[in-house]
C-alpha cells in the first residue's frame, strides 16, 4: 500500500526528505522553508507531471520542493527540530526512528545523519528500493560517492536506469539564515539538466553556490564547511581582550562581529585582503602593533596549518578504523 504521507495531491508535489535532521539537516530546511515563506507567489506551479527530471522540455522549469520531512532519532530531536522550524509546521512532517518512510514519501533525499552512521541507514533492508528514482544529496564530509554506493547497493547493482542519482553537496550552518557557501561537487555521470537545476536551486535558497572538482571537496569542505567555527574562534578572542580593556561582553560581540561582517563585505566587493590591511595600517599607529603581535603569535601559519589539518580529517571521515 503507497506510503499514507502522499496525499492526493502527491503527484503534483515535490516532497524533500531530510535523513539525520540535526545542525545542518534543520539548518537547511530552515534556510530553504524560509526562502519559499517569503516568495511564495514566484515559485513554480505545481501540474500533474513528473518530478521534471524525464522531461525533454530543457526549459521548462522543474518544480521545487513544497513538503518536507524531517528524520530523527530521538523524541529530544522531534522537540528540537519542531521548535526550530514551528513556522512552518504546515509543510513540515517530522518522523521518529522510521527513515524507510521518510524515503518512501521523498522525491529528494538529503542525507545528513553523522558519516559513522551512514552505512547503517543506507544499508537497511528496504533502502535501496524506496531510493528508486529519486536524487540523493550527500552532505557528508569525507563519505565518497563510491562509498554511498557500496553501503546502499552492496551487490554491485548500481547502475540500472532507476537508480537513484547521487551528488555530494557541502553547505555550512549559515544555510539558516540563508548566507551559506555550499559546494555542489562535479558527479562522475553527468546529472539531467532538470536535476542539475533542482540541486542548484535548493542550495541557492540558502546562500551562494559553487562548483568543485572531486579532488577538491575536502579542501573546500575544511574551507566553508569548518571556517565558520574558525572565524567563531577568533571572534572570541577579540571579544575576550575587548572585555579585557573595559568594554561590556555584549558591545563588544555586537562591535566585533559587524567589523568581521565590514571586512568579509570589503573583500567580495573585490578589495584584496592585504590592501584593506595596509589601508587601517598608519605609521606607528594602533593597528600595526596589535598585527605584528599577530605576527610573533604566527597566527597566519597557525591558520593555515588548521585549514590543512581540518581537510586531512575531512577526507578520513569516511574510512572506517
Not at 296 to 310: C, Q
Request: with cysteine; glycine share 8%; charged share 20%.
Amino acid at each position: 500500500m503507497e506510503d499514507d504521507m502522499k496525499n492526493s495531491d502527491s503527484e503534483s508535489t515535490v516532497t524533500l526528505t531530510v535523513l539525520g535532521c540535526g545542525v545542518f539537516g534543520t539548518a537547511i530546511l530552515s534556510g530553504i522553508m524560509s526562502y519559499i515563506s517569503s516568495h511564495r507567489p514566484t515559485l513554480p506551479s505545481s501540474d500533474s507531471s513528473s518530478l521534471g527530471f524525464s522531461t525533454s522540455d530543457e526549459d521548462l522549469l522543474p518544480r521545487v520542493p513544497s513538503q518536507f520531512i524531517a528524520c530523527v532519532r530521538r523524541l529530544e530531536s522531534v522537540e528540537r527540530v519542531s521548535s526550530s522550524l514551528s513556522a512552518y509546521r504546515d509543510s513540515l512532517k517530522i518522523l521518529q526512528d522510521d527513515n524507510l518512510r521518510g524515503v518512501r514519501a521523498g522525491d529528494v533525499v538529503v542525507l545528513a545523519v553523522p558519516p559513522s552512521a551512514a552505512e547503517g541507514v543506507l544499508s537497511m533492508p528496504g533502502m535501496r528500493e524506496a531510493m528508486e528514482g529519486k536524487l540523493l544529496v550527500s552532505i557528508l564530509a569525507g563519505v565518497t560517492v563510491a562509498q554511498i554506493e557500496g553501503m546502499l547497493f552492496g551487490d554491485g547493482r548500481y547502475g540500472t536506469a532507476n537508480d537513484c542519482k547521487i551528488v555530494r553537496v557541502m553547505p555550512n550552518t549559515a544555510c539558516a539564515i540563508q548566507q551559506s557557501m555550499t559546494l555542489i561537487m562535479e558527479p562522475s555521470s553527468p546529472l539531467s539538466p532538470a536535476m542539475n537545476h533542482l540541486v542548484t536551486w535548493i542550495f541557492s535558497r540558502v546562500g551562494e553556490i559553487t562548483h568543485v572538482t572531486p579532488a577538491l571537496i575536502d579542501a573546500g569542505t575544511a574551507l566553508c564547511g569548518s571556517s565558520p567555527a574558525f572565524f567563531a574562534l577568533m571572534l572570541e578572542a577579540v571579544v575576550d581582550g575587548a572585555v579585557t580593556m573595559g568594554i561590556q561582553r555584549s558591545e563588544a560581540l555586537k562591535m566585533a562581529a559587524h567589523a568581521m561582517q565590514g571586512t568579509a563585505g570589503l573583500v567580495l566587493a573585490g578589495e584584496h585582503p592585504a590592501i584593506i590591511r595596509e589601508k587601517v595600517t598608519t605609521p606607528g599607529g594602533s593597528t600595526i602593533r596589535g598585527c605584528l603581535v599577530m605576527e610573533e603569535g604566527r597566527l597566519r601559519a597557525t591558520l593555515a596549518n588548521a585549514l590543512i589539518k581540518a581537510t586531512v580529517a575531512a577526507s578520513r571521515q569516511g574510512q572506517k578504523d
